[in-house]
């Protein structure tokens, strides 16, 4: 490989012009070279995304503020360079799908980068083919953007960079909002670029597990890089990226803290981690296991009178689309569900069944014994709370306080009663003390907090979450799914929309996996998990450490479970 | 849900020139706006109806029907109460008024409708081409297209918004109307709030296509004047010629 400089950053800081405290970056220093593969990871407000912007220029032209140091992308002197003509060497695909696409049909999407450079007309359609070949969305070719499924859509948008020929591609956090389908979309391209030699490949994730793939790992953290090198040296790392607030593999993390292995001998992938297993001599006490079978049972038997009694439901749309076929499910007092699935199998359709806002269109959906047909959506609100995914789609209060009151303002309880109750949610929270503050400046962990206090106000038997843990980093998926355990622990029955399969295998009691409709798998959560070939039917794949227990032939459901099972050494 | 009004069909109607259905669009309005008589405001609708029809547009009027509809209405009820006339019916209603109401609100009617069956068969590319065919600077024809563009998006965002204030207990059935008025902030603010988010994250996207790279830019969409479009453009062209003769010169 050459080792021509692709990217130049020389002591780069940068502090945006409403930016109270510290820097966005602060003296970055970093070098990348022609065809290199290098992935970014830190939590939020470490800087990464300022980083990616600063590259096309975005950062300073767009984003205006203090900005000090130099970077040279290809030559060019980023400062001094309009992004319209930086965009020609570097690509850039951001999170949001759906305000990157704005074009009737996909071919235009695709044509709008090139079209803009110039690109003659007959050259420009071969480079669509091209990019339908590379983003793999054949038989797409004259669908509007907004039909397609979020997957396809970010294909879409990478696709209409790439069609630039840039020779440097960024993606900041591309797969943050996919499902797991979704996601094996976005890494088949990110390979397939990194194949094509000379292809410069940035990637902003979160997700560790598929960062094996580069040739280059960087750690940031408050502005600054923290470390910078192989990405198996730097996934032994295992305290430093807990430290930063990245998660750290678990087979690693398991090896680490059971057997103190040494950082050169960590194992980091399943198969690797059953073979050293092995060398160790380990093995999986059958008692400790039967004893967390056990307390698994005796949750189910605590578990209180049924709730959400569903039978035969179906739902067909408006324009005809069958979303669910035939559903029976039910959820008792005190359970906490997840519910698994793809994007379009029908899971958010099932839900909004539960607080009334969808009817069935067949069968019936019965809450705490009352058909949700011949009652409203204010009634039945009462008892089972909706947090949205986006919390910015329902915070609209200059004050915390009176984003909280306002459930219980509108459902008619007195001044005393609000106060209580807001006191009560925000505490629930931990964001207690917080009332006089403006929730639109607070960070996007926080504003999720608020939106649960703000419907935990109602007081809810049961509170539904819809990918609680979407775009928060790790401590912040941590915080919340902490605060939805104690919530359950508290008395609130849970059904929870997720893709982030840790979460549901560290936190859920029970797993429904949703696919076209249908219910295909149903039970305690270590039971489905321990399905790894029928789960991977459903694009799912478990956790790494539920995967080594499986192939060593006992489900655990988390680093600590499996340090309670081993035997030997 | 349909985000675009924009309907993906292979007929006569979009194949002609966005130019050309401008014009169209241009005769109807100049025709609807010049005229008050009853009968010509009802042929132009039957014209404009079946010039719908031919691009199979019409079942986009479904989604507008209640706006339509209530245009029509408040007109009729209006007029009828405050435009005097004879004969007297009933109070102040007189058989003037009402038939000044219903042609009043035909004339909305009917450009909002042919306003729908231009947006219906005409891609938003294909707006802001034409409009750069016809000298309208390239930056000023795609904001065009784009608050065009937007109009689906917002309407979308808002539905979610909807529904995550509805679960919260939020009931816009009920109340007067400055009560009612007052319970549309919660469903406002988010609103305007995601579109400032989204349309920050579009202006970083269209820079990072290279949006504003140079003053002239190729086309991938292309279009031209056919045998087709000369018919209609002459057609559209004597609607007008003749009803500015019959307006202002006889």
Known sequence: ?569 | MEMFLYLDNDTFLHRLDPRTKMLVMLATFVVALMFYSLNTLLILSAVVLIYGLVGKTLSNLKRIRFILLMIFLFSVVLWSLTYGGEPKLLGPISLEGILYGIVIGIKFDIMIIAGMIFLSSTKVEEISLGLVKIKVPYRGAFAFATAIRMVPMIVATSYTISQAQRSRGLDLDSGNLVERAKKYIPLLIPTIISVIRGTNVFAMALESKGFGYSEDRTNYLQISIKKGDLLVIFMALVVIAISVYYRFII
């Open chain 1, 1 to 569: 490989m050459s080792k021509e400089n692709m990217i130049e950053l020389r002591n780069l800081s940068f502090q945006y012009k409403d930016q109270k405290d510290g820097k966005a970056l602060e003296k970055v220093n970093l070098t990348i070279s022609k065809g290199e593969f290098v992935l970014v990871m830190g939590p939020s407000g470490a800087g990464k995304s300022t980083m990616a912007k600063c590259l096309n220029g975005l950062v300073p032209h767009f984003n205006r503020g203090e900005y000090s140091g130099e970077v040279i992308v290809n030559g060019f002197v980023v400062k001094d360079t309009p992004v319209s003509t930086m965009a020609k060497e570097i690509g850039l695909v951001f999170q949001d799908f759906e305000s990157q696409l704005f074009s009737t049909n996909t071919k235009l999407e695709i044509a709008f980068g090139p079209e803009n450079f110039q690109v003659p007309r007959d050259e420009i359609h071969s480079r669509i083919l091209e990019m339908f070949d590379l983003v793999d969305l054949h038989g797409m070719e004259n669908r509007q953007p907004s039909t397609l499924s979020g997957g396809q859509k970010q294909r879409l948008a990478i696709g209409s960079i790439l069609s630039t020929y840039p020779k440097i591609v960024c993606m900041d956090e591309p797969t943050t909002d996919l499902d797991p389908l979704g996601k094996i979309g976005i890494f088949n391209i990110a390979n397939k670029l990194h194949a094509a030699e000379d292809v410069t490949l940035i990637i902003i994730e979160h997700e560790t597990e598929e960062s094996l793939n580069a040739d280059r790992l960087i750690l940031m953290q408050e502005g600054k890089i923290i470390l910078d090198g192989k990405p198996s040296d730097v996934l032994r790392e295992v305290e430093l990226m807990a430290d930063l607030g990245i998660m750290p593999l678990q087979i690693p993390k398991y090896f680490l803290e059971n057997f103190g292995t040494s950082k050169t001998e960590l194992p980091l992938m399943p198969e690797e981690g059953i073979a050293k297993f092995k060398e160790l001599g380990a093995s999986l006490d059958e008692q400790q296991h039967q004893s967390l079978i056990q307390m698994d049972m005796d949750r189910e038997k605590a578990y209180g009178d049924v709730l959400i009694e569903v039978s035969g439901l179906e739902h067909i749309y408006p324009n005809g689309n069958k979303a669910l076929a035939g559903i029976d499910f039910s959820v008792r007092d005190g359970e906490f569900v997840a519910l698994l699935g793809h994007n379009g199998s029908g899971k958010t359709t099932m839900v909004k069944h539960f607080n009334g806002l969808l009817m069935p269109t067949a069968g019936k959906v019965m809450v705490k014994g009352q058909n949700t047909k011949e009652t409203s959506i204010f009634e039945v609100g009462q008892h089972v709370g909706y947090v949205f995914q986006n919390p910015d789609h329902q915070i609209f209060s200059d004050t915390v306080y009176e984003e909280v009151a306002f459930s219980p303002k509108i459902r008619g309880c007195d001044q005393e009663e609000i106060d209580i109750r807001v006191k009560e949610a925000l505490a629930a929270v931990g964001m207690s003390g917080t009332e006089e503050e403006d929730p639109f400046s607070m960070t996007k962990g926080e504003r999720q907090r608020i939106a649960v206090a703000s419907v935990l106000s109602a007081r809810p038997d049961v509170i539904i979450l819809d990918e609680p843990t979407t775009g928060l980093d790790y401590r912040e998926q941590r915080q919340m799914m902490e605060l939805v355990k104690k919530l359950n622990r508290n008395g609130h029955t849970i059904i929870m929309i997720t893709h982030t399969m840790w979460v549901v295998s560290e936190y859920a009691h029970k797993v429904a996996v949703i696919k076209d409709g249908k219910m295909m798998m149903y039970g305690t959560t270590r039971e489905v998990f321990s399905h790894d070939e029928e789960l991977a039917k459903s694009f799912l794949k478990t956790p790494d450490i539920v995967h080594m227990s499986n192939l060593l032939g006992k489900t655990v459901l988390s680093v600590d479970e499996l340090k309670q099972c081993t035997k030997g050494v």
